[in-house]
C-alpha cells in the first residue's frame, strides 16, 4: 500500500522567514496530494492540494510543487506569520470514486515573533 | 462544505469499557470516514462506512474492536470496544466532497479518549 514520509518533524523559522515541508510517496499510482493544517486542539483543515497533471500551484503565501518522476512533493510557505504555527500534514491518494488518503507523519512548524 | 458535529468531544473511561462516538453531517453524504489520531502522530484511517452496507476495515482494525454503525446518509457511530490505554486517541471523523473524485475531505472536531 502507500506509505508517505514527510520531513521534518519539526520546523522552527522566524517571522517573515519561508518555510518548506518535503514528502515522499511510495505508489506511483497516487494522483492526488492535499496539505492539511491542524492548529492546536482544532481539526484539521485543507490549506492546498495538488493533483498530478500539473506540477505546480500557488495560493497567496502558499505553494506546493509536485515532480512525480522523483515521487516527491513540497510545501512552501513564504513570509511566515506567527499565525501560520500549525502541525501540518501532507497526504496521498489514488482514489478516483474513493477518498482514502494517506497521510505523512506531521511537520510541527512555529513561526517566532 | 460539510458542518460535522462530534459526541462527545471528550471522555475519559475506564480500561475494559465501550465508548461509541456518534458523528452528524449537516448534508447527505455517501461515505463517511472514521479516523485515529493518537497523541502526536498522524491520521490513521480506522474505517470507510457506507450507508446500507458493512464498513469496511483498514489493515489493523477490526470490526469486534471498532464496530461502525451507519442507519442513514447523515450520522454514523464508531464505538471503541473494551479500551485499554493504548486506545488513549482522538477519533475524528469525515466527510469528502462526495463529487466521486479525491477531493477536499471535512473533519468533525474530534473525540479525545483518555483511557485510564
Known amino acids: 500500500g502507500e506509505n508517505v514520509e514527510q520531513h521534518p518533524s519539526t520546523l522552527s523559522v522566524q517571522e517573515g522567514d519561508s518555510a518548506v515541508i518535503k514528502c515522499t510517496y511510495s505508489d506511483s499510482a497516487s494522483n492526488y496530494f492535499p496539505w492539511y493544517k491542524q492548529e492546536l486542539g482544532k481539526r484539521p483543515q485543507l490549506i492546498i492540494d495538488?493533483?498530478?497533471?500539473?506540477g505546480e500551484k500557488k495560493d497567496q503565501r502558499i505553494a506546493v510543487t509536485l515532480n512525480k518522476t522523483a515521487k516527491h512533493f513540497s510545501l512552501h510557505i513564504t513570509e511566515t506569520q506567527p499565525e501560520d504555527s500549525a502541525v501540518y500534514f501532507c497526504?496521498?491518494?489514488?482514489?478516483?470514486?474513493?477518498?482514502?488518503?494517506?497521510f505523512g507523519t506531521g511537520t510541527r512548524l512555529l513561526v517566532s515573533p | 462544505s460539510a458542518v460535522i458535529s462530534q459526541k462527545p468531544s471528550r471522555d475519559i473511561c475506564q480500561r475494559g469499557t465501550s465508548l461509541t462516538i456518534q458523528c452528524q453531517v449537516d448534508s447527505q453524504v455517501t461515505m463517511m470516514f472514521w479516523y485515529r489520531q493518537q497523541p502526536g502522530q498522524s491520521l490513521t484511517l480506522i474505517a470507510t462506512a457506507n450507508q446500507g452496507s458493512e464498513a469496511t476495515y483498514e489493515s489493523g482494525f477490526v470490526i469486534d474492536k471498532f464496530p461502525i454503525s451507519r442507519p442513514n446518509l447523515t450520522f454514523s457511530t464508531l464505538t471503541v470496544s473494551n479500551m485499554s490505554p493504548e486506545d488513549s486517541s482522538i477519533y475524528l471523523c469525515s466527510v469528502d466532497s462526495g463529487t466521486g473524485a479525491a477531493g477536499e475531505l471535512f473533519f468533525g472536531e474530534g473525540s479525545r479518549l483518555t483511557v485510564l
Open positions: 497526504a496521498a491518494s489514488k482514489s478516483t470514486g474513493f477518498q482514502k488518503l494517506v
Open positions: 495538488i493533483r498530478s497533471n500539473v
